[in-house]
């Protein structure tokens, strides 16, 4: 597809348990983007990545977090050890890079910890 | 850290109102300037940029006042179409996109 994919599009985990949420931008985009939106809130930054450039990762709420991509392709964010306010929305953008780019979002993924 | 504010709303209006939103911003290094539209449980969609100049889009028209750090978004003949939540996006170079929590519109017939 031409757009930004997301998987899985919903996901419910015990607490404690770890999870991995992928995301295939769009292709030629070099910036990615992970965000997190709680039940009724706002977009909340996670990590960004730009090309080779290391990246932003001034979002993470803690050390569970963490974020990998491969070139400027797939991204991977990684929750350890779940818990109950991890809850949320987890949104993935990609943009072509430079400053005025429109940023693409996938749909989505729906974290649930019980 | 708040760098992006907005009234949250909701805006409750009928058809044919005009409504108004504003945003400030609180980095005087932001360099790009957006709103994004998000209906509910949807993902964000870019509405429109932000020039300097101000820019209009049909019905809607985005002003930008620098140095006040303050962006502004005017819905003329507001439509049923339009509810959603309108969020303000800031971009320095190098930097990823700060949202504001956004602010609900609700038009009603």
């Known amino acids: 597809g031409a757009g930004v994919s997301q998987s899985p599009s919903n996901k419910v985990t015990e607490k404690g348990k770890d999870v991995e949420l992928r995301c295939d931008p769009i292709s030629g985009h070099t910036a990615l983007y992970w965000y997190r939106q709680r039940l009724g809130q706002g977009l909340e930054f996670l990590i960004y990545?730009?090309?080779?450039?290391?990246?932003?990762k001034s979002g993470l709420p803690s050390d569970r977090f963490s974020a990998e991509r491969t070139g400027e392709s797939v991204s991977t964010l990684t929750i350890q050890r779940t818990q109950q306010e991890d809850s949320a929305v987890y949104l993935c953008?990609?943009?072509?890079?430079?400053?005025?780019?429109?940023?693409?979002f996938g749909q989505g993924t729906r974290l649930t910890v019980v | 850290r708040k760098e992006v504010e907005q009234d949250p709303g909701p805006f409750n209006v009928p058809e044919g109102a005009t409504v108004a939103f504003n945003c400030t911003y609180s980095?005087?290094?932001?360099?790009?300037f957006f709103w994004y539209r998000q209906d509910c449980r949807k993902e964000p969609k870019l509405l429109m940029s932000?020039?300097?100049s101000g820019n209009e889009d049909g019905r809607f028209t985005a002003q930008l006042n620098r140095a006040s750090q303050y962006i502004s978004l005017l819905i003329r003949d507001s439509k049923l179409s339009d509810s959603a939540t309108y969020l303000c996006v800031v971009n320095q170079a190098g930097t990823a996109l700060i949202f504001g929590k956004g602010t609900t519109l609700s038009v009603s017939s």
């Open positions: 980095n005087s290094a932001s360099q790009s």
């Open positions: 932000v020039y300097s």
């Open positions: 953008a990609s943009s072509l890079g430079h400053q005025a780019a429109e940023a693409f």
């Open positions: 990545f730009q090309g080779n450039s290391a990246p932003d």
